[in-house]
């Protein structure tokens, strides 16, 4: 059973960048996959992009081909999602989610993370 | 790009039996994953591979594809049971990205 933790609200001015990371524990890190989804205000969910740290991988999603970083460190367990040019739509909340080889889909999803954008 | 397309809002009287759908092109050759999302909480994956339930799911919850459409049923719903509900496949055009569909509010009157 993964538990997932993400890092706590931001707020940030428009132009500017946010980091937000997601600590894996209770499982063996790279047996899984880490997916990003934001969900805007009264919205539905969003896939940014996943990262395979067993391959060293990352894939954005179609929307967010120009402005996203996804990475992960094993060392230290953690995922993470770089958004830079942030702009007033980017005003979310982000998910970090997990599946393993065997999973359907997101078995394992972390507590959101608010970035608010405003100047 | 694929696209899911469901209906925005359900309502079903308690003991009732809700049915959400998701339409999508030849939904019924991919695998479907269905999510709930209570309000200020992350979403939580009830039906994975079109049909299975994670331990811990009720059988009350159940999932169907055929054709263009998936279908979620919940049967003898229950004031818990209110929440949005959203689909997800695998889109293997495009380098297996998750879709999601626009998520369904499921009212229990």
């Known amino acids: 059973q993964v538990q997932l933790v993400q890092s706590a609200a931001e707020v940030k001015k428009p132009g500017s960048s946010v980091k937000v990371s997601c600590k894996a524990s209770g499982g063996t890190f790279s047996s899984y996959t880490f997916v990003w989804v934001r969900q805007a205000p009264g919205q539905g969910l969003e896939w940014m992009g996943r990262?395979?740290?067993?391959?060293?991988?990352?894939t954005n999603g179609q929307n967010f081909q120009d402005r996203v970083t996804i990475s992960a460190d094993e060392s230290t367990s953690t995922a993470f999602l770089d958004l830079s040019s942030l702009r007033s739509e980017d005003t979310a909340t982000y998910y970090c989610?997990?599946?393993?080889?065997?999973?359907?889909?997101?078995?394992?999803w972390g507590q959101g993370t608010l970035v608010i954008v405003s100047s | 790009s694929y696209v899911l397309t469901q209906p925005p809002s359900v309502s079903v009287a308690p003991g009732k039996t809700a049915r959400i759908t998701c339409g999508g092109n030849n939904i019924g050759s991919k695998s479907v994953q269905w999510y709930q999302q209570k309000p200020g909480q992350a979403p939580f994956l009830v039906i994975y591979y079109d049909t299975d339930r994670p331990s811990g799911i009720p059988d009350r919850f159940s999932g169907s594809t055929s054709g263009n459409t998936a279908t979620l049923t919940i049967s003898r719903v229950e004031a818990g049971d209110e929440a949005d509900y959203y689909c997800?496949?695998?889109?293997?055009?495009?380098?297996?990205?998750?879709?999601f569909g626009g998520g369904t509010k499921l009212t229990v009157l």
């Open positions: 989610a997990a599946y393993s080889a065997t999973s359907g889909g997101l078995d394992y």
């Open positions: 997800q496949v695998w889109d293997t055009s495009a380098d297996h990205e998750g879709v």
């Open positions: 990262v395979v740290p067993l391959f060293h991988t990352s």
